[in-house]
């Protein structure tokens, strides 16, 4: 087969291990005379270690695809060009065949949270999809490791990438790849939640977003799994904000919804017979207890928190995903406990068993009669029993071996990420085996219902130059979510543009900063999509229509306008929930070369002063009033990457203007800042002045603030092109 070569369903190797979970999404392998013992202290194949890469070392699930093994890992760690990569590796010998590196920006993940999500390959195409811990989103060409296409989630979309880091995994359906995590975005999705966002996996265009309740408690890291239930293909995942969801995944129309915690979930489902079995170790909604494992029924539709439960059990299961095996649920909590429960009942078999150490964050793996588990200091193997389980082999790793990511198991060898190594464990001459994968469920046949009940507007959401066309596809869907057929449409726009009948937009022409929602009507279905209108540079904002832009990302809900000083300012609260450090983002992610200006104002409230800056090209200029230094840096948490700071006089309810030069120069970002009193004459000098060696090129215009201790006046904001004078 050639590479890159779409196939057949045929095609596939059964034997892939395609995203981090499995071919089955359940953890389990159907693979059979897999080793069950081995030794890190062996060199070469002794001790059943057939390589280990300390490259390809890290805290995240690898993934095996036609003969390679795909991970991501931290790229030259504790250096001044860190960030984050996707590593391949040929899957037989460990040897490196390519990495894709790329920066980590505007985020405060720490350093050792890098890696956090898994790749996902296709099957089909070959390729291989990432996100990575700052929402740089990728599709990758799996042979060569080339882009394919990229999408920025934090600047596009708000995505929120926290110093918790959770970073959630791909999901391929059909021709969709799915993602998720808190966003606050523009218009309607100003306020956070816990989003899905589905793009057309060859192109990257967003065809679907949809968000569970907003102001969730938590970020997420409960990967969705895709399932038929009672009929109907499903997504089912645990929400941010504890809630357990199965949604159609060609539309993201919810199915039903299960309110199981009051704070986010991390665990993935499992799927079974119309039954999804997951757990959490957050505060249960009907008491004061902590975690559970539970038990839903998956044929139910609405808000089925009151009728879904079939059983619930004990156990605080909250970061480890459960086994679901020969009628039996195996769940590990985080103090590296097994509890094993009746799949039908819910009641214990045997009691929990206590393993080799103190946290458990990987996910087990069960094979050939047995359920591998990991510790984050050792290893294990169990075998089924009638009573419960038997050990079959421990072993405790080393310090650096500290166990994050899950094992996986393909062509009859078994994969191992520790924090310090990569190992592959197997034996040289083991001829790969499998028994026959279970029949999957099927969805059913889209001839029973041609009805349609749901339409969907195709791209859903788009951002163009004035002048530019667009154009929108309406798809009809049935009651089950399966595609019927493309259909004309009646289209509306609330707002500026215009619309053909084919559903051609046309931007209007006029340079301004727009949002439009286009609606199209086919009989009584309707759907909408939404477009943002950005000009080319220059802008400039002054917020005298007494409105923040609607275009600016993660901005309305985090700022009002108010009367300051004799003008209209925008204000960002010490009051908002969730959102008093944050930075809003104004445009293209392709633009480069620009200055951003503003005038800023910092309240002194209980002797505590805020935070307030301005964004270009992936970095910020942050006037840091507290500190009373100016800082140029990119990388939040990880100052070492790179960062300056020189010291300066800031005084409180004072009007000051703030400017930010970016440039890319020989290869290299060039930054400039510097800061005056407003109204007296701009210095010639700047502040501060600095250069990246591992540069980001492009970005989007942006401001950012840090309102938690104090409030912050911004007036006058400009984006400009660089001139050689400027």
Known sequence: MAPGLVTTAADIDPLDWPNWRGPEQNGISRETGIIDQWDPAAEGTEGNVLWRNVEAGGISTPIVLRGKLYTIVRA?????????????????????LWENKFNVYLSDVPAER???????????????????????????????????????????????????????VPVLFDDLVIISGVIIGWGDMARPAHRFLAFDKKTGETIWFNSTKPLPEDTTYSTPVTSVLKGQAALVFGSGDGGVYAWQPRTGKPIWNFQLSRRGLNVTPVVQDDRVYTAHAEENMDNSTMGG?????????GDITKSGELWRAQGMVGKSSPLLVDGRVYAFDDGAKMYIVDASTGEPVGKPVKMVGTIMRSSPVYADGRIYACTTSAWHVFEPTKNGVKLVNKLRLSAQDEVSGSPIISHGR????????????????????ATARPKLP????????????????????????PGAHQKFTVRLFNDRGQLLKNSTANFTLTGPGEIDKDGKFLAAAAPAHTATILTAKVGDLQAQARIR?????????????????????????????????????????????????????????????????????????NNKLPDMGLIAQRYTLDLMASDQKLQIRSWTSQLERFSKSVPIKFEPNTWYTIKFRAAAENGKAVLKGKVWKRGETEPTAWTIEAIDEAPNLVGSPGLFGNASDAEIFIDNVSVTKNTPKS
């Open 533 to 605: 209108v950005v000009p080319e540079l220059p802008w400039k904002f002054d917020f005298a229509d007494g409105q923040v832009p609607v275009t600016w990302i993660g901005a309305r809900y985090r700022h009002i306008v108010r009367d300051v000083d004799g003008n209209k300012v925008a204000v960002k609260l010490t009051t908002i929930p969730k959102g008093t450090r944050s930075q809003s983002l104004m445009g293209p992610t392709d633009f480069h070369d620009y200055t951003v200006q503003a005038d800023v104002k910092g309240a002194l409230t």
């Open 76 to 96: 030259d760690p504790g250096t001044t060009k860190e960030g984050e990569k996707v590593i391949c590796l040929d899957a037989a010998t460990g040897k490196k």
């Open 414 to 433: 078994v994969y191992l990420p520790t924090g310090a190594q990569l190992y592959c464990l197997g034996k040289p001459d083991t001829k790969p085996a």
């Open 442 to 465: 099927e969805e059913t046949p889209l001839a029973n219902d041609d009805q349609p009940a749901t339409a969907q507007v195709v791209p859903a959401e788009v951002l163009l130059k």
């Open 293 to 301: 494992i539970v038990a839903i029924d998956g044929t139910k539709s």
């Open 114 to 168: 890098v890696g956090w999500s898994s790749c996902v390959g296709d099957p089909t195409t070959g390729h291989v999809f990432v996100l990575g811990v700052c929402g740089y989103f990728q599709c990758l060409d799996g042979e060569t490791g080339k882009t394919l296409w990229s999408r920025s989630l934090n600047e596009e979309y708000g995505m929120l990438t926290t110093y918790g880091g959770r970073t959630n």
